[in-house]
């Protein structure tokens, strides 16, 4: 139980255009998703908290116009990476919240975005 | 905010002997600990967690011990095997479980 599926797994994008990434909870609601952005090597960078039906919590520092998060149901958000540039290029991860264990996070398999 | 602080940075070790892996935090109000396992290019799994009401907990080869007072846990991993290379994260919720603030990871080496 607690799976949580992302597509794309990969992306390779033009500088400019937009890129959205799909987040799901595939067997329980999550009332809370996360989405982090990890750089080779580093830990997991928080960027926004996600619940359903209301607006995304951004951390300091991230941009809520240049990542547009929605978490339209309970199974699923999305992650839209707007205008996108070389700087943006990333490992991206979602995690959901909701299942057996309240507090557990359970993660997506990331989206490795490359912007040319 | 939380801040998490994770030592060592990098651990070697034998196939067979122990892993210690150190984490502090300074929130006093942070109550859950969970600890992630990551393989390279993979996500990020729950291999143990601890709440605060709890000064240790055990799961097979793998223990977590909690320090409230001195605000550090530590992961500890017996009889090591080359599949638990990867990197391990420690990290801490507070504001009511809403968020997870990481360690910086700890990149684990089991050698045969």
């Known amino acids: 139980g607690a799976v949580v599926s992302q597509h794309p797994s990969r992306v390779i994008c033009k500088s400019g255009t937009s890129v959205k990434i799909e987040c799901r909870s595939l067997?329980?609601?999550?009332?809370?998703m996360f989405w982090y952005r990890q750089f080779p090597k580093q830990s997991l960078m928080l960027m926004a908290t996600s619940n359903e039906g209301s607006k995304a919590t951004y951390e300091q520092g991230v941009e809520k116009d240049k990542f547009l998060i929605n978490h339209a149901s309970l199974t699923l958000s999305t992650l839209t990476v707007t205008s996108a540039h070389p700087e943006d290029s990333s490992f991206y991860i979602c995690s959901a919240r909701g299942g057996l264990v309240w507090e557990t996070q359970y993660f997506g398999p990331g989206t490795r975005l490359l912007v040319l | 905010g939380e801040n998490v602080e994770q030592h060592p940075s990098t651990l070697s070790v034998q196939e067979g002997d122990s892993a210690v892996i150190k984490c502090t935090y300074s929130d006093s109000a942070s109550n859950y600990f969970p600890w992630y396992k990551q393989e390279l290019g993979k996500r990020p799994q729950l291999i143990i967690d601890?709440?605060?009401?709890?000064g240790e907990k055990k799961d097979q080869r793998i223990a977590v011990t909690l320090n409230k007072t001195a605000k550090h846990f530590s992961l500890h991993i017996t009889e090591t095997q080359p599949e638990d290379s990867a990197v391990y994260f420690c990290a801490a919720a507070s504001r009511g479980y809403s968020t997870l603030t990481f360690g910086k990871g700890t990149m684990l080496l089991v050698s045969p």
């Open positions: 067997d329980f609601q999550a009332t809370t």
């Open positions: 601890i709440r605060s009401n709890v």
